[in-house]
Every structure is written in structure tokens, then in C-alpha cells.
């Protein structure tokens, strides 16, 4: 009888388990998904990508194909590749250009993508607690919710990434052909999305090398370099390569007066990244307020101990794919422009990291679940005390541009530069052509013909770039953010006084627009 009892006993905390991981795992995504709905932004992203991003798919959606049809004769484009945008057509199709509703498609992505997570570490972790702390902290993080309302290529990619080892994982379990050939079309447009997520294809490649599933390998490569190939021969038969490429090349992509890398340049710059992105920007994603720079320190330090332990633990355990993943990523990361470097580029990888942090801890401190959940607690506590306070900022801006200040919660420099936009818009030509900092918002917000100025403090040579492509006025701004039109333009308006006639300007910080003289 109490052999039976037991059995029963341990039948019961068999069946129940899954169950109570379950009902947490609702209860969590229920909470993440509103706090989303909450923290949703309408306000434009003010580094300018997004724009590019819409403008892109308004030309394919158009019949123009791939071009910069914001630039004076609609140059094909060849810096970002087109997943994104594809991505775009539809809800352009539905929403037309209102900024708020194509903003639904990253937070669509993101809830997708929390979900995937979940199904992932069903397979690779052992323990269900790992599992869900590494979710609930994903979903929670500021970070995460930022971009899950922000139209840039980071929420779709990291969906599309954890897609693909999704049916990869499914198709080892169920010895599926077709999930396996999924999971390869899903890596490849994952990479037609995110040109710096290219370490996914090594990832994957020395994985199945290391399997010696060599028919697998071919199969990947074959149907990578059959959407690759006619991507690449487009390129170099325009003749002008990859932008991504070329700009990695140089010291300072926004000085390219700076001259190109050599290798002590580059290996300075590598050092300099993964110091950066070791003991600043990920101890910013786990603490997300401002930190005194020895607590981030040790912070960072803890946290790459913590990584290291968990990467040889996997690795011994010949679960290698993840690692790998990790480890040719990073080697992309630090090889990037210091420019760059920041929390936008390291999203992709932060539920890998997330999980690998957790794992690390559970290894070091094996005997000590009271302390894990001390870590988990510490940073979802600083992650809900952040969240809240933006949901509260949100919510206040949100109304105020439901009573019609369209400007609210915008920087005062980005306030005046779409007055400058407006003014354009109502005072100037359809035929205009305008040479701006930010070309991609007055293409946007004027519907006229814009592109940004080249960076050198040759006078002559800009003069010359703005004869060949006929522009009619300057937009001179004064951004906090950068001085790169005070470094570029002052030189030029003083050599060519006689061309340039100032027919506007903002209140401070003054935005001129200036009439150039034929």
C-alpha cells in the first residue's frame, strides 16, 4: 500500500508540474503583453532608419523597385537589404503611412518572439526555473520594450533568429525534412533583414560540419547563395557594392576624413568594443539606471564569469549550436565602428544572454536556489521599476498629443526641425530639392526630394554634389545631438555667401532654410 501511495505520490508531482509552469507561463505573457500595449509609443524613432525603412517598401509597393526615391533621381539602394521593408508592405498596404499603426508590426514580432523563447528553452534548459526567469526577464526588460514599439529591424530579426533555431531544434527532434529546409529559409531571411546578424549562417555551418551532417551543410549553403547570389550580382553590377562594408572599412563612419583601418586600428577597435559592451552596455540592460562605473564594473565582470561558465558547460554537453551562435555574433559586434556600439546591436542576443547569465549562476551556486531567485529578484525589480516609470511617462505624452500637442515628448531641437519641415512643405515647390541632415524625415514630412550633404569640409566638393543633383534649398539645422552641419556646412556657406539666402528660420535652437541661387 505504501508502495503504491508513493507511486501515486510521485505520479501527482509528475502530472502537476508541467501544469503550474504552464499556468505561470500564462499568467506572465498576460502581464508582458500589457505592460507592451502600455509602453506603446506613436512618436516617431529619431535616428532615421525606420523612415529609410518605410520609404524603401513605398518604393517597391510603388513599382520602382528597390530605390531611395526620397533622393534626387531615385538611386537604387544598396546599403540595407530588403527583408524589412518587405516586412512593411503589408501593413503600408492596410495603414498607409500612419506611423502609429506600422508601429504595431515590432510589437506584433516581439509577443511572437517572448513565445519562441519560451518553446526554445523548453528543449535546452534542464531546470523549468531557468526557463522562466530568463523569460519573464526578457519580457519585462526596458529594453526589450522599448523595441518592441521602435520600427527598426531589431524586434523582426531577433523573431526571425529565434524562428529558425525553433524548427531546427523540431526537425532534429521529429527527423523532419521539410522543418529542416524552414529552418534554412528562415536563417537566410533573416540575414536579408539584419546585414550584422550574419553570424548565424557560421553558427550553424561549423555546427553541422562538427555533426559531419555534410548533406544538411550543402543543403543550407545552397539555398543561402540561391537568394544571396542575384542579391550580391545586383550590387556589384550597380557598381556600388555594400554600404555596411564600406563604412565598416573606415575609422569613423561620420568622418570619413579620418581615413580607413589598418590592423592596430582594428584591433584597437575590437579591444575597445568588447570592453564596452562587456562593462557598459550589458550591465546597462541588467541594471537599467545610471550605475557608478565600479559597481558596473564588477557587474560586468561577474556577468562575463557567469557567460564563460555557461558557454563550457554547454559545449561539454555537445550542445554547441547556441555558443557558436554567440560567439561568431560577438565577433561581428566588436569588429563594428565604436560609433555603433550600443544596447540596439546586442538585443538580438540578449535572451541567449539572459538565459546563459542565469544558467552560470545555477552552476556556480548549485546548492543555493534561495540565491538565485535573489538575482532574479533584484533585477525584475529594477526592470518593473523602470517600466512603470515609463508607462507613466508614456501615458502623460500620449494624452497630450491626444489634445492635440503633437510635438509632445519630443526633444526641443526635433521640435523645431519639423516646424522647419512644415514651413517647407507649405512655402516651397513639389519640384524642391532639399540637402538636410536628417533627408529621410523631409522626404516624409514635405513629400519633397531630399539627401544629406557629403561629409567633408571641402566647400567645393559639396558645392559640387549640390550643382549635380539640382537642389533648390539647405536646411541648416543646430541638433544637440551632433554637430556634424556646423563642422560641414558653416565652411560652405561662408565660401559661397552669394549662393545661399535665408528665407526662414525657427526659434532656438534655429533651424534656417536657405534658397540656393542658381
Known amino acids: 500500500m505504501r508502495r503504491k501511495g508513493s507511486k501515486k505520490k510521485e505520479g501527482r508531482v509528475a502530472i ?38 518605410i520609404i524603401l517598401a513605398k518604393s517597391i509597393i510603388s513599382g520602382q523597385g528597390y530605390r531611395d526615391i526620397n533622393e534626387p533621381s531615385s538611386p537604387p539602394h544598396t546599403t540595407y537589404p530588403p527583408g524589412f521593408p518587405l516586412l512593411l508592405i503589408p501593413f503600408l498596404l492596410l495603414f498607409g503611412l500612419s506611423y502609429p499603426l506600422l508601429n504595431l508590426l515590432p510589437l506584433i514580432l516581439a509577443l511572437f518572439s517572448l513565445f519562441l523563447f519560451f518553446l526554445i528553452l523548453k528543449g ?32 523582426p530579426f531577433l523573431f526571425f533568429t529565434l524562428l529558425t533555431f525553433y524548427l531546427f531544434s523540431q526537425s532534429e527532434k521529429k527527423k523532419s525534412p521539410f522543418l529542416l529546409i524552414a529552418s534554412f529559409l528562415s536563417l537566410t531571411f533573416s540575414l536579408f533583414i539584419r546585414t550584422a546578424g550574419i553570424g548565424i549562417l557560421p553558427a550553424f555551418s561549423l555546427y553541422l560540419l562538427l555533426k559531419k551532417r555534410y548533406r544538411e551543410l550543402i543543403t543550407l549553403l545552397i539555398l543561402f547563395l540561391l537568394f544571396f547570389l542575384p542579391y550580391f550580382l545586383y550590387n556589384r553590377h550597380l557598381g556600388r557594392g555594400s554600404g555596411y562594408l564600406e563604412l565598416f572599412t573606415y575609422k569613423n563612419p561620420y568622418n570619413p576624413e579620418e581615413g580607413k583601418i589598418g ?35 564588477l557587474v560586468g565582470l561577474f556577468s562575463l564569469l557567469l557567460l564563460i561558465i555557461s558557454f563550457r558547460k554547454r559545449l561539454k554537453a555537445k550542445d554547441s549550436l547556441y555558443p557558436f551562435y554567440l560567439f561568431f555574433s560577438f565577433f ?32 556556480l551556486f548549485p546548492k543555493r536556489g534561495s540565491l538565485l531567485y535573489l538575482f532574479f529578484g533584484i533585477i525584475a525589480l529594477g526592470y518593473l521599476i523602470k517600466d512603470f516609470q515609463g508607462v507613466g511617462e508614456n501615458i502623460g505624452i500620449n494624452l497630450s498629443r491626444l489634445k492635440g500637442d503633437r510635438y509632445a515628448g519630443y526633444p526641443l531641437d526635433w521640435v523645431r526641425y519639423f516646424q522647419a519641415c512644415e514651413w517647407i512643405k507649405e512655402h516651397t515647390e513639389r519640384d524642391a530639392v532639399i540637402v538636410a541632415r536628417k533627408p529621410e524625415f523631409v522626404y516624409f514630412l514635405t513629400e ?46 561662408n565660401e559661397f555667401s552669394n549662393r545661399f539666402e535665408p528665407i526662414y528660420s525657427t526659434d532656438y535652437p534655429q533651424m534656417i532654410v536657405y534658397q540656393i541661387k542658381r
Open 263 to 297: 590592423l592596430t586600428t582594428y584591433l584597437s577597435r575590437f579591444g575597445k568594443n568588447f570592453y564596452l559592451y562587456s562593462f557598459f552596455v550589458f550591465p546597462q540592460m541588467l541594471f537599467p539606471f545610471t550605475l557608478p562605473s565600479p559597481f558596473r564594473f
Open 448 to 493: 519633397r526630394k531630399s539627401f544629406l550633404y557629403p561629409f567633408t569640409t571641402d566647400p567645393k566638393k559639396i558645392m559640387a554634389k549640390i550643382e549635380e543633383r539640382e537642389a533648390t534649398h539647405l536646411l541648416f539645422d543646430q541638433f544637440f545631438w551632433t554637430q556634424t552641419s556646423s563642422r560641414y556646412l558653416t565652411p560652405l556657406l
Open 332 to 363: 561581428i559586434l566588436f569588429s563594428w565602428p565604436e560609433v555603433w556600439t550600443g544596447d540596439r546591436f546586442l538585443l538580438p542576443l540578449f535572451p541567449f544572454l539572459l538565459y546563459y547569465l542565469f544558467l552560470g549562476f545555477d552552476s
Open 124 to 155: 535546452a534548459s534542464e531546470k523549468e526555473e531557468l526557463r522562466l526567469i530568463s523569460f519573464s526577464l526578457l519580457g519585462t526588460s526596458p529594453i526589450f520594450l522599448l523595441y518592441s514599439h521602435t520600427l527598426l529591424s531589431e524586434i
Open 16 to 53: 502537476h508540474k508541467p501544469i503550474k509552469t504552464k499556468r505561470i507561463f500564462l499568467l506572465s505573457f498576460l502581464f508582458i503583453a500589457i505592460l507592451t500595449l502600455l509602453s506603446f509609443d506613436t512618436r516617431y524613432y529619431l535616428g532615421g532608419d525606420n523612415i529609410r525603412y
